[in-house]
């Protein structure tokens, strides 16, 4: 049982430190100050409803079907009609982001439009301009952005 406990102990130190160490990698260069909630404004879920990327037709999104979750950890997850991207975001004040996917599902589906175009901006973002509301997400080329609204009742 002693065994036991060491091993749940140094599983958990060990998860603990690749997890920090994961998002420290991730911070860019050019971060004047860690995202706080002050300057950092949107953790919580936000209803996409268009995402564009250069060169390409805007996608108008189902904001019912289509949604961002940013955590508070610094991860997200995007839910679609089908399938659904993860990953991790980290922002520094006043209105840098940079957001990683990592994980996506694979289901066919009938129309992926929404999915294919979030998956193709979100490594492309790089500022962000926020109200209570409203989520922009833009990239170096201002063509490339992603837009939001808050899920009502989320705070």
């Known amino acids: 049982m002693k065994k036991l406990a060491i091993a749940a102990v140094a599983l958990l130190a060990m998860s603990a430190c690749s997890k920090s160490n994961t998002t420290e990698t991730t911070v860019p260069a050019e971060a004047e100050t860690p995202c706080t909630q002050a300057c950092c404004p949107f953790a919580g879920e936000w209803a996409v409803t268009a995402v564009a990327i250069a060169g390409t037709d805007t996608v108008n999104t189902d904001p019912a079907t289509t949604r961002i979750v940013f955590g508070t950890d610094s991860t997200f997850h995007v839910s679609t009609n089908c399938n659904s991207i993860e990953g991790n975001w980290v922002a520094s004040c006043p209105d840098s982001i940079t957001?990683?996917?990592l994980l996506r599902t694979e289901m066919a589906c009938d129309d992926m439009s929404a999915e294919e175009a979030i998956i193709a901006a979100l490594p492309l973002l790089t500022n962000?301009?926020?109200t209570?509301?409203?989520?922009?997400l833009t990239a170096a080329d201002p063509a490339s952005f992603v837009t939001l609204v808050k899920v009502c009742g989320d705070k």
């Open 99 to 101: 957001v990683n996917p």
């Open 128 to 130: 962000f301009t926020a």
């Open 132 to 136: 209570d509301t409203t989520l922009t």
